[in-house]
């Protein structure tokens, strides 16, 4: 077997490997002229393993598939990708014995410049710790003006505002701000005043209703789909196994007031999973902290059966 670094396993689509073949992580192993690295021109997904376990795999590789589309790249089928992606999980288990939790990022890139071919490639890491640190203690998050209007994913699509693309730098550029300004996180606004979603995340919040009978109403909202943002693999997920539940639903519009209103805020995304929101703009989300524990709480239960 190649040599491979202790912390990453790397696995490229290759026809002439079915199952993927193994690269070494610790020498480079893309080309300097790779349109992913001079452009960001490429999509992404990043996965949890949580207990052994693969999260939300067929979601993924769907939202993948979505996004290449809107770039016009060419994607291996489905197949070659399972068959890389477990190489990567049994590959990352054998280096790491009793691990329980780390993350698999699904890659494409336009590939070398003029070779016409993507590069595919799935990479096998550990998750990072503050990740599972915030989901336990929370998140202190600034709004940021992400300088356009919610309509305009739809006026044009060229800009891509739904797809999951390598060009990452805007997203990270948001959060250096708001560590700057120490907070943890950020929620993007639009023009118009829509409330959009994190720079890795899905924004959503809840309230919860008493009524004169002693039953509860139990509501959880998420921003609109068609304001160019990300279709947040774990805010479906979590909504469909919450309606289950009983929980009533909700699409937006949300401005930054409904989420001061809310009894409850979170930041939802695949890796640090649900991140409830302390604090936005410094002013302290949901007026009971026993509440939003208790809905947390619900929440978490919820999402832990999703596989």
Same mark, same amino acid.
């Given at each position: ?57 067929? /979601? ?23 068959? /890389? ?223």
């Amino acid at each position: 077997m190649t040599s491979m670094s202790p912390s990453t396993v790397l696995v490229f689509l290759d026809p002439a490997h079915p199952e993927g073949r193994l690269a070494d992580s610790s020498v480079p192993q893309l080309m300097a002229t790779d349109l992913g690295a001079t452009r960001g021109d490429g999509v992404f997904e990043s996965l949890l393993v949580l207990d052994g376990k693969l999260r939300k795999l067929p /979601a993924h590789l769907a939202r993948l598939a979505t996004s290449a589309r809107a770039l016009e790249l060419e994607l291996s089928g489905e197949e070659p990708w399972r068959a /890389a992606i477990s190489t990567a999980v049994e590959s990352y288990l054998e280096a790491h014995p009793g691990v329980d939790e780390f993350i698999v990022k699904l890659l494409v890139s336009r590939g070398v410049e003029g070779a016409g071919a993507p590069t595919e490639w799935v990479q096998a890491s550990p998750a990072p710790a503050l990740g599972k640190k915030q989901r336990v203690e929370g998140i202190d998050v600034v709004l940021l003006d992400r300088g356009y209007d919610s309509d305009l994913a739809e006026r044009a699509p060229w800009l891509l505002l739904g797809a999951k693309t390598l060009s990452y730098a805007v997203n990270m550029a948001a959060l250096r701000h708001a560590h700057s300004l120490g907070a943890d996180d950020v929620i993007f606004t639009s023009a118009d005043g829509r409330v959009l979603e994190g720079p890795t995340s899905t924004v959503l919040l809840a309230h919860r209703e008493v009524h004169d009978d002693g039953s509860v109403t139990k509501r959880l909202i998420t921003p609109q789909l068609d304001s160019g943002i990300l279709p947040g693999t774990s805010q479906g997920a979590l909504f469909t196994a919450a309606q289950a539940a009983g929980w009533e639903l909700g699409y937006g519009p949300l401005e930054p007031e409904d989420l001061f209103d809310a009894d409850a805020v979170w930041l939802i995304s695949s890796i640090r999973l649900i991140a409830p929101v302390n604090h936005l703009d410094g002013k302290t989300i949901g007026s009971d902290p026993a509440v939003a524990a208790e809905l947390t709480a619900e929440l978490n239960q919820l999402f832990a059966g999703i596989e």
